[in-house]
């Protein structure tokens, strides 16, 4: 191994420094704050837990995502976490037990065996929100509301939020009665966006025209609010629940509408994107300037079935590595400087100050005084003047 080699970090697998590691932390504390006062308690999931446990009723896209293991304790195959949401779904339906509406939040590293496109680095820093035991557009509003809160925070402005149903790919899947392997190919076709390959699909295994037709047009459906009307129209012989759907979407974008209109709303049919436990609304936020979503969630319902209690569930999640990255703003530097010293008089100011939350830095003996505005973010420092410790101005320390 050369020395080149070593200080080489996997693909994907990135380090925070200052100040961004600091940007980090505090957006953490807002965040976690936020979701404090808007009722949510805290959970912390474990980064490891068995294969079977994780993945269950999760779907393929995250067996690919999670990295494997074998627990020695055992001879078990154990997963390290790659999506907390399902783990907070554990905890709902198994740990918890609580009746009524749940609000849990969370923020925990996790790692993915894959990067791509849409999901950025290995190594993010899940944080999110997820609400059970409430199946009522309320809760969806809810999480949208907090997402937009969240990005406000953070510093994002002119936010673009993309919603989908998965329901009405589902419904109409269903009805096309199509085995697994087709199914596969065609959701693959869509979740691209690859018309071609996808009209090609349809007609090779949709029979019914009039159902390969609504399904050829569920890709080409995204755009403002009118493309629900035309969703309507397209749609008009389709089942119930894919009208449910569309009637869903337009409530939701009245309730958003109303309540953060200075939000472009964007609608897409063919949101497949994300993760196969997905059941209904859809959604993802976008700034410009950042080729993937800074958040993404959506209704989830009957996830906990596999740990013996199904419930209504909606959430989201977002990368914090990703979201301190929208504020390029410094630090403060408001830090005092104090000399090496060992002075009773001196190190009692010191304690004082610190315990009144100002941030102090004591020099170490022999270290001088350089890069303290840069690195030690000092603006003053304390020097003795006529026999008294007092606080001044960095330019004035010499
Ligand atoms: N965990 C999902 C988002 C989500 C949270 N809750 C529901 N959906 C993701 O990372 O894509």
């Known amino acids: 191994m050369t020395i080149a080699d070593r200080w080489l970090l996997p693909d994907g697998m ?24 808007w009722g949510y308690d805290m959970v912390v999931p474990p980064p490891v837990e068995f294969l079977d446990s994780l993945l269950t009723g999760t779907g393929s896209d995250l067996d690919i995502q999670t990295f494997k293991l074998t627990d020695q304790h055992t001879g078990r195959m154990m997963g390290i976490s790659a999506d907390v949401t399902p783990q907070v779904a554990r905890m709902d339906a198994h740990s918890l037990h609580r009746e009524g509406a749940v609000r849990l939040c969370y923020c925990a590293h996790v790692l993915r065996a894959q990067a791509d496109e849409y999901q950025g680095g290995r190594s993010p820093v899940q944080v999110g929100l997820e609400l059970f035991g409430h199946s009522g557009i309320d809760a969806d509003v809810e999480i949208l509301q907090l997402v937009l809160e969240s990005l406000d925070v953070a510093g994002a402005s002119h936010i673009h939020l993309a919603i989908g149903h998965i329901g009405i790919y589902r419904a109409l899947m269903e009805e096309a009665g199509l085995d697994a392997q087709a199914r596969g190919r065609i959701f693959e076709a869509i979740e691209r966006k690859a018309l071609g390959d996808s009209d090609a699909l349809i007609e090779a295994q949709v029979a019914d025209a009039a ?45 958003l509408e109303a309540s953060h209109g200075d939000v472009a709303l964007y609608f897409d049919l063919a949101e497949l994107r994300g993760y196969q436990y997905h059941t209904g609304m859809v959604f993802a936020a976008h700034v410009s300037g950042y080729g993937q979503a800074l958040a993404k969630g959506g209704r989830y319902d009957g996830t906990g079935r596999a740990f013996g209690r199904p419930r209504p569930a909606t959430g989201c999640s977002m990368d914090l590595k990703l979201l301190a990255s929208l504020s390029e703003q410094q630090p403060p530097a408001d830090g005092v400087w104090a000399p090496a010293e060992n002075d009773a008089e001196l190190q009692a100011r010191i304690r004082t100050l610190r315990g009144e939350g100002v941030r102090v830095v004591q020099a170490l003996p022999g270290q001088d005084g350089s890069a303290l505005e840069t690195h030690y973010r000092c603006d003053r420092a304390l020097i003795k003047r006529d026999g008294q410790w007092g606080i001044v101005p960095i330019s004035e320390m010499k």
Do not use: C, W
């Open 14 to 37: 990135d380090e925070v420094l200052p100040p961004q590691a600091l940007r980090m932390e505090s957006l953490r504390r807002t965040l976690l704050d936020t979701y404090y006062r």
């Open 211 to 255: 159902l390969a037709a609504m399904l050829k047009a569920l890709p080409r459906l995204h755009g403002g609010v009118e493309i629900l009307d035309q969703a309507r129209t397209m749609f008009a012989g389709a089942s119930a629940s894919v009208m449910a759907a569309l009637d869903y979407l337009v409530q939701l974008q009245q309730r």
